[in-house]
């Protein structure tokens, strides 16, 4: 009777780590999919990301760790020790990541785009096994120090009580109410803050092996007049309309189109009034009194709506 109350024990601490398996492969494809266009944008933000991985996958482990402690150390007849209650359900949970990884993940698994691990075998049981380490390793250890802490707490509370009470879901909740929040903080801050850093500029555009190689060429023709011409990457053509234009400022000022010019309070005028064309070769002719006086600083962006970012193709002072 009591082998089979062990061996029911074991069962259900396997399926417990068969859940913490599901909510650590949710977090990282969560993670990857919520970075990859900051990291396509911005290869050198993937440190952040790193230790953002890193350091959520081992407060997860641990909350595991405890609360398979709690699941199964406490209020039973024949209790586990938190340690191997640990060891089983990090095991356990890494077992079922590598696995839903493996399934799920395109075939060259660890060859992650910025990822934590640059490995490329193409040999499904080899990265499987790789992964597997890894994650055991670090989930079985996180997970049964997590236990054992929260065992040790939990003995060092009711070493003078007769009976220990099986905790509830909603005191379990409470009880890693820092741990959770420090997680969800950890998961969502550094995203936010390099999409913020992205928007407002503080973070530029450096993945030299997507960027379209556009630039603008800006001259005087008159002292009055300014000619800009468009040249444009033919090797990464647009891939619809509307989705590629150009924004062109004039010491700060919109002066993009003629409608533009109009509440700019810019004495200019623009040729064509629709302003410049995102093509190859396409020109623009920028004339009036506001160029005579002083030299002007011209600022020409591509935006790239299709792609999420945008360039600078012209800066300086004509």
Same mark, same amino acid.
């Given at each position: 009777?009591?082998?089979?109350?062990?061996?029911?024990?074991?069962?259900?601490?396997?399926?417990?780590?068969?859940?913490g398996g599901i909510c650590l492969a949710a977090m990282i494809f969560f993670l990857q999919a919520v970075w990859a266009p900051i990291l396509n944008y911005n290869t050198s933000v993937s440190l952040v990301y790193k230790f953002q991985m890193i350091g959520s996958s081992f407060i997860l482990f641990f909350i595991l760790g405890m609360a398979a402690s709690?699941?199964?150390?406490? !209020?039973?007849?024949?209790?586990?020790? %938190?340690?191997?209650? !640990?060891?089983?359900?990090?095991?356990?949970?890494? @077992?079922? @990541?590598?696995?839903?990884?493996?399934i799920v993940s395109r075939p060259y698994l660890l060859s992650w785009d910025n990822g934590i691990l640059e490995v490329n075998t193409g040999l499904?049981?080899?990265?499987?096994?790789?992964? @597997?380490?890894?994650?055991?390793? #670090?989930? +079985? =250890?996180?997970?049964?120090?997590? *236990? $054992?802490? /929260?065992h040790s707490r939990k003995e060092s509370k009711t070493e003078t009580a007769c009976v220990r009470e099986?905790?509830?879901?909603?005191?379990m909740l409470y009880t890693y109410r820092f741990l959770i929040l420090i997680l969800l903080a950890l998961l969502v =801050? %550094? %995203?936010?803050? *390099?999409?913020?850093?992205?928007?407002?500029?503080?973070?530029? $555009?450096?993945?030299?092996? &997507?960027?379209?190689f556009e630039y603008a060429?800006?001259? /005087?023709?008159?002292?009055?007049?300014?000619?800009?011409?468009m040249r444009h990457d033919i090797m990464s053509p647009?891939?619809?309309?509307?989705? /590629? @234009?150009?924004?062109?400022?004039?010491?700060?000022?919109?002066?993009? #189109?003629?409608?533009?010019?109009?509440?700019?309070?810019l004495n200019l005028s623009i040729d064509p009034p629709e302003g410049l064309a995102y093509r190859n070769n396409s020109s623009a002719i920028l004339t009036g009194d506001?160029?005579?006086? &002083? %030299?002007?600083?011209?600022?020409?962006?591509?935006?790239?709506?299709?792609? +999420?970012f945008r360039d600078v193709i012209f800066n300086g002072t004509i």
């Open positions: 009777m009591q082998a089979f109350s062990n061996k029911r024990e074991i069962t259900e601490i396997i399926l417990c780590g068969c859940f709690d699941l199964f150390c406490t !209020g039973r007849k024949n209790e586990q020790g %938190p340690v191997f209650t !640990g060891l089983l359900s990090g095991l356990t949970a890494a @077992f079922v @990541f590598s696995s839903v990884y493996v499904k049981l080899i990265e499987w096994l790789i992964l @597997f380490t890894v994650f055991g390793i #670090t989930s +079985g =250890i996180l997970q049964a120090a997590g *236990a $054992w802490y /929260r099986k905790p509830t879901c909603s005191g =801050i %550094p %995203p936010v803050a *390099a999409y913020i850093g992205i928007e407002n500029g503080s973070i530029k $555009w450096d993945n030299g092996f &997507n960027r379209p060429e800006a001259s /005087r023709t008159t002292d009055g007049s300014i000619h800009i011409l647009q891939r619809g309309p509307g989705l /590629r @234009f150009l924004n062109i400022t004039v010491d700060g000022k919109d002066v993009s #189109t003629q409608s533009v010019i109009a509440g700019s309070g506001y160029l005579y006086y &002083n %030299p002007v600083h011209l600022r020409i962006n591509v935006t790239y709506t299709d792609l +999420g």
